[in-house]
Each structure stands twice: as C-alpha cells, then as structure tokens.
C-alpha cells in the first residue's frame, strides 16, 4: 500500500509541476511584458495631453514662457517612451514610429503655439493648426491602439494560465482517484483479518468503562494484534486488583494495600497512600473525640502532618473546638469577676446560635443586677445628697434671712437714688429724640439729590452710546469709500493713459478716507473711555444711594428705639413706687423664713447619717456605670448648689 501511494504522489506531482510552468511563464510574460507596457501606454497618453494643454494654456495668455516650461512634459513624454525599449513584448519598429511621429508633432505644435503669441503665425496659419490637430489626434490613435492591444494580450494569456490551471487539476484528480481505489481494494482485505480481535478488545473496553470488570480477552496471536489483547489482559488484571483495594478501603478495612508493580507505579502508590493517610486521620479525630470526653478542650490535631483536603478537615476540627471552648472560657472568667464583686463584667465575643443565647441570657442577668444595684446606690447618694443640700440650704437661709433684713433697708435707699436719676434719663431722651429726626429729614434730602444725580449720569451714558453708533457709522462709511476708491485705482489702471486723471481723483478719494476713517477711531476711542466713565459714575452713584439709604434706616430705628426708651424711663419710675412698697412686706417675711430654717438644718444632720451609712454597704459592688470612688464622698461638703438662691442685692442691681 505505501509503494501505491508513492506512485500516485508522484504522477499527481509530476502533472501538476507540468501544467504549473505553464501557468507560470503565462503570468511572467504578463507581469514584466504586457503589464509594463500597457502601464506605459497609459503614462504616454497622459503626458500627451498635459502637452497640449500646457500650449494651449500658453497660447491664451500669450506667454512664450509657458511654451518653454512645455519642454518638461516633453520630456517626460520621451522618458516613459525609453521605458519600453527593453520590454520583450514590444515591438522595436512600432517604438520607433511613435518616437519620430512624437518629435515631429512637438516641434510643429511649440512652433505654431510661438507664432500665434507673437503674431508672426502666416497666412499658412490654418494648415499648421490642422496639421497640429491631425498629428495630435494621429499619436495618441497608436497610444491608444498599443493600449488596446496589451490589454487583450494580458485577457489571453491569462485564459491560458487558466487552462493550465484546470488540466493541473483535472490530472491530479484523476491520478489520485486510480490511487484510492487500488489503496481501497488492498485496505479492505487487511481490515478483514484486523477487526475481528480489535471489535473483541473495544468490547471488552467498552464495558470495563462502564465498570463492568469481569471481561475476559480470549485472542492469541504472535502479530501486533495479539501483543495488544496481551497487554490488554494484563491491563484488566491490575485496575481488577486496584478496584478490589478500593471496595475493601470504602468498607472500612483500613488493612487493604496494593502491590506496586514497578517504581513507576504511580496509582498502587497512592492508593497506598491515601490508606495511610486516612487511618492516620482516624487516629488524630480518636484522639480528640477522647480528651473532648475527658473535658480537655485545649487539645488539637495536628494538620500540619496532612495535605489538601485532609489537612482542612482536621484544621475545621480544631476551630469547631475552638468555637466550643471559646464561649465556656469566656463566661468562665466573667463568673469570676462576679464572684470578686466585679457587676460590670460582661461576655463580650462574637458567637452565633446557642452561644449567642447564652452570652445573652449571662449578660441580661448580669445586667439585671448591676442595673438593681446601680438603682440602690444612686437612691441612697440621692438621700445623703438632698439631706446635705437641706442642712446647708437650711443654713444658708437662716443667714441670708438676717442679710436680707438689713439689704432691704439699703435697697430702699438705692431706690430712691434711681428714681431721681430716671427722671433726668427721660428729659435727656426727648432732646436726643428731637435730635435724631433733624438728622432723619437731612439724610432723606441727600438720598433725594444722589437719586437726580443717578438719573443725569444715566442720560450721559445714554447719549455717548448713541455717539459711538454714530461714529460707527462713519468708519463704515470711509471704509467703504476706500474701497471704491481702490477699485476705481483698479479700473484707472486697465483704463490706460485715459484714465490716469482719474487715478488721482482716486488716490486722493483714499486718502481722504483713511483719515476719515482714522478720525472716527480715535473719536470712537474717546469715547469708549467716556462711556467707561460713565458707568463707573453709575456704579458709585448706586453705592452711595445704599449707603444713604441704610443711613436712613438706621436713623429710623434711631427715633424708634429712642422714643422706647423715653416710654421705658417714665414706666420705671411708676414700677419703682411699687417696689417700695413691697420691700416693707418683705422684712416682715424674712424674719418668719430665718426661724423655720434653723428648725430643718438640725432634721437634715440625722438624715444625712443614716445615708452614709448604707452607702457604705452598696459601694462594695463595682457595677459598669458606677464610678468607683463615689461612695467614699458621702458626708464631706459637696461644692455649692447650682440652683437659683434668692438674694436681696438683686432688686437693687
């Protein structure tokens, strides 16, 4: 089969290199003969026409300058030409014949283009034209014929790379069908004699994929077929002793080992390994399971002796331990702190589920009798606090009662000094009062005059921005003048010697426009700057109008608060009678107050007594709000209360 094969290769090959030179020497000749000279014929053409139309160009502006920069493209034109002198498809006569009809054309069309700009063009000026135009049309004719003629060449022989290409393919397909077929013809009678153990093995495979080892191979043979149902058997003897171990291992017999067949023996080695691995597990899980039992939870496995998986299983283990432990060493410690009269000890770790409830329920009765105990301390300092407020208010009573009996002879004194002074406050109140509103109506006239003044200022700015239009206008219009009379310059110029009077009329025309125009700057500057002016004006107008008028406001409030204060005087002077009267009642009155005082001062001695005392008892519990040293101040002199306190000086004051 191989030596067929061979053959069939190199008839395939041998056709396919045949038909491909051909294809070949087909595309050269299009790409270095007919492709160039087709592209040639092209850049001829153009280059014809830029010469004709560069003379003509020259012809109607009658330049002889142009004529002469036409020599470039006549150059260019016999550049391209000798392109095509080593072209193989080229013929050297038809070369030559465009080369000598193209020096012919040029130098009877730069000739008659020179003519007719310098006039010297005869009365044979018609021939010579139609002589251009023939010779013209003429050249570019062959351009376009050679042109023509190149395109169908490159259409032929592209055909034929095509025909080539098709009998390259058609051959080959041929060769290679004979090939297969007899390749066909002796594969069948090998497969015959191979597929009847092979369909045997895949069998047996098939079913050992699905887990079904009880297969057996019955084909011996001494070629490549029976070397492979050999190792086959073998194959299925040892995943046959592999999944024996593994059955064992799954029920529980950690005992169950595989024999390695050899050191490259890499799945009996692991199953090996993975027994041990999971007895060794089993020992560490024992170990725990027992000092758990025993109340020893500060034993932990050691993963550090596994991998993967295992090494995370007992790591889990020791933090499920971990999580039990945590919670019962906690509340251990707080029992503790109870029990040294610590109430303020709390559990304070993050736990879920029924560590949560515990850490709770602790916490609340620990709470429950703290909060009590708080309770309890703060009623009995509240008791010592009001008995000693009461000894001292009671003292402090007593004494300010005698104070206040000679104060009050004193206030009535004061009193009558006050009145004579606010007396003398109302008559000076109307004199400011009278003063206020003169200064009132003059600030009202000075807003009224900066108002007339804000008004004439708008005006001026007014009238200078209908100024700055006007000149506006002006330096449009110069503008404009100065372009007429540019044009009018123009025109004068084309007019010749007849129009040069008229030039000067222009000129002066111009002049007389830019300064105009000139002027009306400078004039629209000045006032640009006035109108700046202006609004500055404006806007310092508008601040002092407000400042006037916050003047204004403010004297206003003046009068206001002035004439307050006048009504104020007078109602104080009646007020003070009366407070002469009631300071008579008040004597009375605190004569009565110093008795009744003396009386509570002894009563809140004994009250106060008895409260440091139990104060004493509870100071014994630390709770978590208390302050540790607050029971130990009970009884010392508390700093004075900050509750209001009657004082006879106040009236006065």
């Known amino acids: 089969m191989p030596g067929i094969a061979a053959i069939g290769f190199v008839l395939a090959l041998s056709v396919t290199l045949l038909f491909g030179q051909l294809a070949q020497s087909q595309l050269t000749q299009i790409e270095r003969g007919y492709a160039p000279s087709l592209a040639a014929s092209q850049a001829l053409v153009d280059a014809l026409g830029s010469l004709q139309r560069a003379l003509r160009d020259a012809v109607a502006v009658s330049d002889t300058s142009q004529v002469t920069a036409a020599d470039s493209i006549a150059t260019r034109f016999e550049t391209e030409l000798a392109k095509l002198s080593g072209n193989p498809v080229v013929d050297p006569r038809d070369h030559k014949n465009i080369g000598d009809a193209f020096q012919a054309y040029y130098a009877l069309t730069a000739k008659a283009s020179t003519g007719m700009i310098n006039g010297t063009l005869g009365d044979d000026a018609t021939a010579q034209l139609m002589a251009m135009s023939v010779g013209f049309r003429g050249l570019r004719d062959s351009l376009d014929a050679r042109a023509g003629r190149d395109r169908e060449r490159i259409d032929n022989a592209f055909s ?92 529980g017999d950690m005992s169950a080992t595989v024999e390695p067949r050899s050191e490259q023996d890499v799945l009996s080695r692991n199953m090996n390994r993975a027994t041990e691995t999971l007895s060794s597990m089993m020992s560490e899980t024992n170990e725990l399971i027992v000092a758990a039992r025993n109340g020893d939870l500060a034993h932990r496995g050691n993963p550090e002796k596994f991998e993967g998986v295992y090494a995370e299983l007992l790591q889990r283990t020791n933090e499920m331990l971990d999580a039990l432990a945590e919670p019962l060493q906690e509340a251990r410690q707080v029992l503790e702190r109870v029990a040294a009269r610590d109430l303020s000890a709390r559990m304070s770790g993050n736990y879920k589920g029924d560590h949560d409830d515990i850490k709770q329920s602790l916490n609340s009765a620990l709470g429950t009798i703290g909060s009590t105990f708080e309770q309890l301390q703060n009623a009995i300092n509240e008791i010592s606090h009001a008995a000693t407020d ?113 030039a000067v009329v222009a000129s002066e025309v111009r002049e007389l426009a830019l300064k105009a125009a000139g002027a009306a700057r400078s004039t629209s500057e000045l006032i640009e700057a006035s109108v700046r002016s202006a609004e500055t004006g404006v806007t310092l107008n508008e601040r002092v109008q407000k400042v006037l008028g916050e003047i204004n406001s403010s004297v206003q409030q003046a009068t206001q608060d002035m004439t ?31 008795a009744t005082a003396e009386e509570s001062a002894s009563a809140s001695t004994e009250l106060s007594s008895q409260a440091r005392e139990m104060n004493k008892l509870a100071a014994q519990f630390k709770t978590g709000s208390q302050q540790p040293a607050r029971g130990k101040t009970i009884g010392l002199k508390r700093p004075e209360p900050t509750r209001e306190r009657f004082h006879p000086l106040s009236i006065a004051s």
């Open 390 to 502: 009461i000894g001292q208010g009671s003292n402090e009573l007593a004494n300010s009662a005698s104070e206040q009996a000679r104060s009050v002879e004193q206030v009535t004194t004061h009193i009558s000094m006050v009145g004579e002074r606010t007396r003398r406050n109302v008559s000076d109140a109307s004199n400011a009062m009278q003063n206020v509103e003169g200064a009132r109506k003059n600030t009202q006239s000075g807003v009224q005059h900066m108002q007339d003044l804000a008004a004439a200022v708008s005006e001026i700015r007014n009238s200078t921005a209908q100024t700055a239009k006007i000149v506006k206008t002006i330096d449009d219009i110069a503008f404009q003048t100065n372009l007429l009379a540019l044009n009018a310059s123009v025109e004068a110029a084309r007019a010749g010697d007849a129009g040069r009077g008229f």
């Open 564 to 594: 307050q204060i006048a009504d104020g005087a007078k109602a104080q002077e009646r007020e003070l009678t009366d407070i002469t009267k009631s300071l008579d009642r008040i004597g009375e009155l605190t004569q009565r107050t110093a």
């Open 160 to 251: 034929e790379a095509r025909w080539a290409q098709q009998k390259s393919s058609i051959s080959s397909v041929i060769v290679l069908v004979a090939a297969l077929a007899a390749l066909w013809f002796l594969a069948v009678g090998t497969l015959r004699s191979v597929l009847g153990p092979l369909k045997e093995i895949a069998h047996a495979a098939d079913a050992i994929a699905r887990g079904r080892l009880d297969q057996r191979i019955e084909y011996q043979s001494a070629d490549e077929v029976g070397a492979v149902a050999t190792s086959f058997r073998g194959m299925l003897e040892y995943v046959s002793g592999i999944a024996e171990a593994a059955d064992r291992l799954a029920k």
